[in-house]
């Protein structure tokens, strides 16, 4: 009678861990379609790391398009871009505090202004505050890259000491240099 009861249970208990797993995964949904990414140079210390959404150009027309000119962007999708800098740096020529910070962009035809705000925990910009910036520099935007890229993406070039910071989505490359 006990081993009855016993192996009633725990068909009982399989019952209901299968139909728990079969309704978490209707719950769950699909792949992200603005992927999170993280970068940070592949040589040398780790002095710097850029967290991340990659959107997809999808056929769109990116800047100038979906990405307005001459309005801010978040750089990438989703929540704010994060910069974080293990110790201060020269950001384009600007010194800045090591810590954590939001990366936001104006992108136009042929400048960009790249800018550093200290709120870094926040979506997309709906709590953007321009009194909360730290550093804005302006950088050229290269229209004329070979190969257009499907998705957003942020990497860098460089040595230990002076780094390079590329941001890029379908044909145009952004650079953003830092020294340590």
């Known amino acids: 009678m006990k081993l009855k009861y016993i192996l009633s249970m725990l068909t009982l208990v399989a019952v209901v861990f299968a139909a728990d797993i079969a309704s978490a995964q ?5 792949l992200d379609k603005s992927p999170l990414d993280m ?33 801010l962007w978040r750089t990438g999708a989703n929540e704010a871009t994060e ?4 110790q201060d740096v020269k950001f384009g020529g600007k010194a800045i505090k090591a810590g954590t910070y939001a990366l936001f962009t104006v992108p136009g035809k042929d400048k960009w202004t790249i800018i550093l705000n200290k709120d870094y925990d926040q979506w997309g910009t709906s709590g953007y505050k321009e009194a909360n910036d730290v550093a804005r520099i302006e950088v050229p935007a290269k229209n004329d890259a070979k190969k257009s890229l499907e998705n957003f993406s942020i990497r860098f070039g460089g040595n230990d ?6 941001l890029g989505w379908d044909k145009t490359r952004v650079r953003v240099p830092m020294s340590f």
């Not at 209707?26 to 699909?30: F, Q, S, V």
């Not at 910069?83 to 293990?86: G, K, L, P, Q, V």
């Not at 000491?161 to 590329?166: A, H, I, S």
Request: no cysteine.
């Open 39 to 71: 970068a940070y140079p592949r040589r040398g210390a780790k002095k710097v790391k850029v967290i991340y959404s990659r959107p997809y150009k999808k056929g769109r027309d990116i800047f100038g398009g979906i990405v307005k000119y001459d309005k």
């Open 26 to 30: 209707k719950k769950m949904r699909g």
């Open 161 to 166: 000491k002076d780094l390079t910071m590329v």
């Open 83 to 86: 910069i974080r800098f293990a």
